[in-house]
């Protein structure tokens, strides 16, 4: 039923198999490529325009020069939409000679013109906020034109075939001027536009403190908006304070510009395949790297930036659990007095870091989930791909449908790793912010702890909060993700499965099913191993810092061997534990690695 309204909205059929799939020539109807093959590029611009819009709000950077870039990108996109102009022109008086026309005549070039004009409206817009590349507008453009071929090449061979020339002869040379246009603005995409005029991050100068040519300090500090480039007495002063141990010798101070990291200029292709990273990689190939050899953070994963919006939902947070009392107030007539009555007070709960954390870092992790789903379904197309191409090998069927599958596995593999690739970029970012945000209020809490909160933790417990704690949050990150994941893959795995192997495929099942059980006991004999590691660290750490505050003292009475034999003690526990741990990590590996035999042995007896 919907392709007979398409066939009477085109004039002409809207699929035909016998054309497209059953031939030894595959080709798509003249309705498919002027409907489907437009409206999909079209309709992924508008939905997912708002996103764009939401970036070109949230901007800190603004005004983008003009360049060539920018306005071959507004000239090009204005002659597509003079030419769609021109093609509801072109339709519109063979109507009015009594020709044969048809809605799609119509609705094609004022959809991909209204299309257009929002694709000019984003470029300027883009420039406005200083926004130098846009992921929307180069996936629009490259859809466009791969979506575009089949028409092109149906328009070419019509001209081939109809000698001396095709009719009527106007569509023919509009879309020979419109798919070289559309191709040509798609390559602009492909680079970045030039560096905004104005930033909200204020840049980041280095300076090396140099002590008998030899670096001894390295630190940042952020250069005023509106200032001289050369180290004023100020600056040298601050330099003086932040190191007292150079300021006390001659100092040459140099300053420097810390490297920019290339990922803020380069273009959405650039940032796609991760070819920015090109340079670094080849430098460390042909020498050992140095630390002036690498880049500054970007703006947006320093600590200045993320602290502040942690702590907006942080507050939120503290302020829910605080205890609040709720005071009632009563009026006395007879002496005209109002009363507080102290009522009922809220029960305390200690505020949770999880809120704060979604709320913060959430749609970063989000997005690289939505990755991770687009590659573990794409992990399952190739083997079905695999499955059409050996019943090409085993049947009589054309020889472009054994190319076709070919392609298509090479596409599958190179989508599956480029989803991959950015899902780990993604998450590898957030547990960054994640970690710098909580060792940031780590460090705050402990500066304004009282006295009687210090005599319950340690500094050795403060320090292992800081350095290994917040760390595993960076390190789960990556594998949060596996919770849902798992359980999807196996699902999927068992699906396809009992299509070829049957009620077997539950011998496997129940192979997966007992090993859960065991690996929860060894995930829970290595956690409490990991709470004895701690407990130990933080008792060395602990008896490390009396030890080297009462230095004079341990001189003085000649106590150094006894301390020594508690260090190497305690020292003596922490390698117990590793061991029993690495234990369990080679338990681990075994099992995960006998898993797919097992499974196998199941199944095929």
């Avoid at 360049?67 to 021109?86: D, G, M």
């Avoid at 300027?124 to 926004?131: F, T």
């Avoid at 001289?228 to 420097?256: G, R, W, Y």
């Avoid at 709720?326 to 002496?335: D, E, I, N």
Wanted: glycine letters at 4%; proline letters at 6%.
């Amino acid at each position: 039923m919907a392709e007979e309204g398409m066939d009477s909205f085109c004039g002409s059929v809207f699929w035909d198999t016998n054309l497209t799939w059953n031939t030894t020539d595959p080709d798509l109807t003249p309705c498919f490529q002027k409907t489907v093959l437009v409206w999909i590029p079209c309709s992924f611009l508008w939905l997912f325009s708002s996103l764009e819009t939401y970036y070109i709000l949230h901007s800190k950077t603004k005004n983008v020069p003009w360049n060539w870039l920018n306005i071959s990108k507004i000239i090009l996109t204005a002659l597509l939409i003079v030419l769609s102009i021109a093609d509801v022109g072109f339709v519109a008086s063979r109507r009015s000679n009594e020709f044969e026309t048809f809605s799609v005549d119509y609705y094609t070039p004022i959809i991909r013109m209204v299309t257009f004009a929002l694709t000019i409206a984003l470029i300027v817009y883009n420039k406005e906020r200083g926004l130098r590349t846009s992921g929307l507008l180069f996936l629009f453009w490259f859809f466009l034109t791969i979506f575009g071929i089949p028409q092109f090449r149906f328009e070419i061979r019509r001209a081939l075939r109809d000698e001396p020339r095709p009719e009527p002869f106007f569509p023919f040379v509009s879309y020979m001027i419109y798919y070289p246009v559309t191709v040509a603005i798609f390559i602009l995409n492909c680079f970045a536009d030039a560096p905004p005029k104005y930033s909200e991050y204020p840049p980041v100068e280095e300076v090396v403190l140099c002590v008998s040519h030899s670096p001894l300090m390295i630190f940042d500090i952020m250069k005023p908006r509106s200032g001289d480039l050369a180290i004023t007495i100020d600056f040298i002063q601050e330099a003086a304070i932040l190191c007292p141990v150079a300021a006390m010798k001659s100092v040459n101070c140099v300053l420097q510009f810390i490297n920019p990291c290339p990922e803020q200029g380069a273009s959405f292709l650039s940032k796609l395949f991760f070819s920015w990273f090109d340079a670094l990689a080849w430098k460390g190939f042909r020498k050992p790297l140095e630390t002036s050899d690498l880049w500054n953070m970007n703006p947006e994963d320093t600590s200045s930036e993320i602290v502040p919006m942690f702590d907006k939902y942080w507050e939120k947070s503290k302020r829910k659990s605080e205890k609040v009392p709720s005071p009632k107030a009563t009026f006395r007539k007879t002496s005209g007095r109002i009363d507080f009555v102290s009522g009922k007070q809220k029960t305390k709960q200690q505020a949770s870091v999880l809120p704060a954390i979604c709320k913060a870092f959430g749609p970063t992790f989000l997005f690289g989930s939505a990755l991770k789903l687009f590659n573990d379904i794409l992990t399952f197309v190739s083997p079905q791909i695999l499955r059409l191409l050996i019943s090409f090998v085993e049947g009589d069927e054309p020889v472009w449908k054994g190319y076709l599958y070919a392609v298509l596995m090479l596409l599958t593999a190179a989508l599956q790793t480029l989803f991959l690739a950015q899902y780990f970029n993604r998450m590898f970012i957030v547990g960054l912010r994640i970690r710098t945000a909580l060792i940031s209020a780590i460090y705050r809490k402990a500066l304004k702890m009282s006295n009687s909160a210090r005599k319950e933790s340690t500094v050795g417990e403060i320090v292992n909060l800081m350095s290994v704690d917040a760390q595993r949050f960076m390190d789960l990150t990556g594998y949060l993700s596996m919770i849902w994941s798992a359980p999807l893959q196996i699902a999927l795995a068992l699906y396809f499965l009992w299509d070829i192997l049957g009620p077997s495929v539950l011998a496997g099942l129940a192979v997966m099913i007992v090993l859960i059980p065991v690996n929860g006991f060894i995930a829970n004999k290595a956690k409490t191993l990991q709470i004895r590691q701690m407990k130990n660290k933080d008792e060395r750490v602990k008896l490390m810092n009396e030890i080297l505050s009462g230095m004079k003292v341990l001189k003085l009475y000649a106590w150094e061997p006894s301390f020594e034999q508690q260090v190497i003690k305690i020292r003596n526990k922490e390698v117990k534990v590793l061991k029993q741990a690495a234990y369990l990590n080679a338990g681990t590996s075994f099992i995960w690695s006998c898993a797919p035999f097992l499974i196998l042995i199941t199944r095929v007896y």
